[in-house]
């Protein structure tokens, strides 16, 4: 008897795994290069909810979240090659890079194993247009994002304004949509500029709009760390003392250590921590899990993503099957995320989110708002 | 006129740049037809030492000493380590072993120090700017055009009338000859290193100052301007590399500052045209080196 019981035992616990069902998720993100900067952040809050979620027996209670993870190193090739290994291995959501650029790379995978793919904070909203039904951003896009910031502007009393841009990828392309949105409520601009993805140098440009006669009242450039320090400085040095606006790209350690050069800059990014918002709220988790204080928002961006894969198989009941989950997405409607509450229902993959905007003040964070955008003034997307 | 000069200016600072990059590259290939695609790596040794340095609240007055003493005691150590025991393999053996080098230092970086890029507290001196002669000139573009000065100078005197430069100097010229007359290799390598990693340090100090961060990849990009600098200028030629890294710093300059703006978008690919173009007319490089000769066919 005693015997029959220890066998019983040892058989109930070998088949509670197999009842519980394991949700597997691809982590296809760049750990090293240039988008770890973004990327390592979200993977290291993506931890942070999964962790947590398992902690309390899985979704729902009944299904664990797996992790199989894979270093992209920023290279479009190799996020393609990554995600088919990731299908290959049977998952049912894929993470792809934080830029529209190698996520695209992956599409063709994506598309033909009918599997929801979900960008950690691409923002470019041409990414689901482009995507298809499977793809899915995690941030607000880039033309909201631009709305926001140029109506913020023009509130500011700003009438003219200058752009600088680089063709190189979707994302930094964003000053053609602020354009845009601050032409459209009444804004001048005076010109623009256009720079390469990794250029050191910055002084032409900066020596052009200082000897412009007009000086503008508002720079906007979605240029991001190396190129974002140098061109600032590079304006700031050459006499031009117009209001410098950017975009989440900027959202690092290295803007609020720029001095007086860094100071007043403006940006638009995914959230802001205020007493007990839920954003707090995951900032101390963040720092009882690692122990150090979360430096950037992106942190939380990967906390949101989980969430949604959560939202998603509560709604599927605990179903693993990856066209079950895609829908679930696209019907998601506000999720409490840690920096925002998301909707995907009614649009086409590029969630409805909060826009903080920031100013840099004395080193640190001053939170200017969160304003809704007027729908009647965010561009439509551009193909770049 | 005004406009103009100011552009010439930001050329001057940025092709001074270019010109010790290239210098460093152009020093150890000058003696052992190596192109160091390491180099880059060493301004990164120099960009997270004043990282640390300003993390700790070191001056910014020792913490660029540090990290140029850095530079040329890795720079030294990589000769060591990795390109002695190939000396004698072919071009492509060290070539292949200063790529080698540069991924594994990367990956140490990424996994030792961070694979993100790390803010640089750089004293608030360098953002500002003075005015000379009714120019703008920002501060670091004055501290780039100054040390190019100085290291030029200091190269220039080194080889001339110091013992290992006159080494250097013969060891480039004929290598067996150079050793017959009683000059060590070892001494004439090493010096040649230390002379390369002085030179990464000067411009990483330069590099990081304006970009205010470092990253595990930064090294890339200035190794590349260097190569094409040097190449432009004459391989293994030090005038010629100084010549060039000028010539690259005023393409790019006056480029982004006089081309129409509907072509602006095109700037680096007419840049490489006309380094193209240049290369087509002195196939050698501007000053081309004695004893390397590229033979048209």
Known sequence: ?384 | MELFLQQTANALALGGTYALLALGLAVVFSIMGLINFAHGELMTIAGYVLMYCGIASVPFVIAVPLAITASVLAAVAMERIAFRPVRNGSGATMLVTSFAVAMILQVLFQNLISARSQPVLLPALLSDSVRVFGLVIGVNKLAAIASTIVMLVFLDWFMKHQKTGVAMRAAAEDFAVARLMGIRANTVIAGAFALSGLLAGVAAVLWVSQRASVDPLMGFMPVLKAFIAAILGGLGSLRGAVAGGFLLGFIEIYLAAFLPPEMQEFRDPIGLGIVVLVLLIRPNGLIPSATLKAEKV
């Open chain 1, 1 to 384: 008897m005693k015997r029959f019981l220890t066998l019983t035992a040892i058989g109930a616990l070998l088949a509670a795994p197999a009842m519980a069902d394991t949700l597997r998720v691809g982590l296809a993100t760049a750990q090293t290069g240039g988008l770890a900067t973004y990327d390592s952040p979200v993977i290291d809050g993506v931890h942070i909810a999964v962790d947590e979620i398992n902690a309390a027996g899985g979704i729902g209670g009944t299904t664990m979240i797996e992790l199989i993870e894979k270093d992209v190193r920023s290279d479009a090739a190799q996020t393609s090659i990554a995600a088919q290994e990731l299908v290959d291995a049977g998952v049912s959501v894929l993470v792809l890079p934080c830029d529209a650029d190698p996520s695209l790379a992956a599409i063709g995978i994506v598309s033909s194993a009918q599997i929801p793919a979900i960008s950690t904070c691409a923002s470019s909203p041409t990414l689901p247009m482009i995507g298809g039904d499977y793809m899915f951003a995690n941030f607000p896009g880039d033309n909201v994002q631009a709305t926001v910031s140029a109506a913020w502007a023009r509130e500011q009393g700003h009438d003219s304004t200058y752009i600088i841009y680089s063709p190189d990828s979707q994302y930094t392309t964003m000053p053609l949509y602020f354009a845009e949105v601050f032409e459209k409520s009444g804004g001048t601009v005076l010109g623009q500029d256009t720079h390469s993805i990794g250029q050191q140098d910055f002084s032409a440009i900066a020596t052009r709009i200082a000897s412009l006669e007009d000086q503008p009242d508002v720079i906007m450039t979605s240029a991001y760390e190396p190129d974002f320090p140098s061109m600032l400085k590079a304006l700031r040095a050459a006499g031009v003392t117009s209001q410098i606006i950017g975009s989440d790209g900027i959202d690092s350690p290295t803007t609020f250590s720029l001095g007086d050069a860094g100071e007043g800059v403006v940006f638009t990014t995914a959230g802001h921590a205020l007493d007990g918002n839920p954003l707090a709220e995951f900032n101390t988790k963040f720092e009882a899990a690692t122990g150090n204080k979360s430096e950037t928002v992106f942190n939380a961006v990967g906390y949101d993503l989980i969430k949604v894969v959560e939202a998603a198989v509560l709604v599927t009941e605990g179903s693993t099957d990856p066209q079950k989950i895609r829908d679930a997405i696209a019907n998601l409607e506000g999720i409490q995320g840690a920096t925002s509450t998301i909707t995907y229902k009614g649009t086409n993959g590029m969630p409805v989110r909060q826009v903080a905007l920031i100013q840099v003040k004395g080193g640190e964070r001053e939170y200017l708002g969160s304003p809704s955008p007027d729908a009647a003034m965010i561009p439509a997307p551009r193909m770049q």
